[in-house]
């Protein structure tokens, strides 16, 4: 579990890769998401939860879970039946760079489990 700061901090290391390189970004370097907050940050909690628990080389496995936990309560973008439109027009970030997403998790977390616990 991590703290809020730790969730602050993770936030960024996400942001800073997948920002520069994602399809909502204006050229101006401010995202075009502007009614609507970054599902990355939204979810961030369950991504942890899923990385922290899936370890799996598949990427299926994530996306699988992806699907169960976080995409069965987004219930802003899910259509009626059950769809989400954004995924089906690529704006959904979480979904397009799920892969760099959860190894920026991971190594993250790896990071953390090896920092020596205060004595
Ligand atoms: S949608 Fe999210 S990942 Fe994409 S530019 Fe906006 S804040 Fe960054
Ligand atoms: S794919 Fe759709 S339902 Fe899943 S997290 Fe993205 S916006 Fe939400």
Avoid at 24 to 38: A, I, N, Y
Avoid at 68 to 90: F, H, M
Avoid at 101 to 117: H, R, W, Y
Wanted: aromatic share 4%; charged share 25%.
């Amino acid at each position: 579990m991590l703290s809020m700061q730790e969730l602050k901090e993770l936030e960024q290391k996400v942001k800073d890769v997948i920002c520069p390189v994602c399809t909502e970004r204006r050229p101006d370097g401010t995202c075009e998401l502007t009614e609507q907050e970054c599902p990355i940050s939204v979810h961030l909690p369950r991504l942890v939860q899923i990385v922290s628990s899936v370890h799996s080389n598949r990427m299926e496995d994530y996306v699988q879970k992806v699907r169960d936990d976080v995409c069965s309560i987004c219930r802003t973008t899910l259509s009626p039946r059950g769809q989400c439109n954004w995924r089906a027009e690529g704006h959904c970030a979480l979904d397009a760079y799920l892969l760099p997403i959860v190894e920026v998790i991971d190594d993250f977390l790896v990071g953390k489990a090896s920092i020596p616990s205060p004595k």
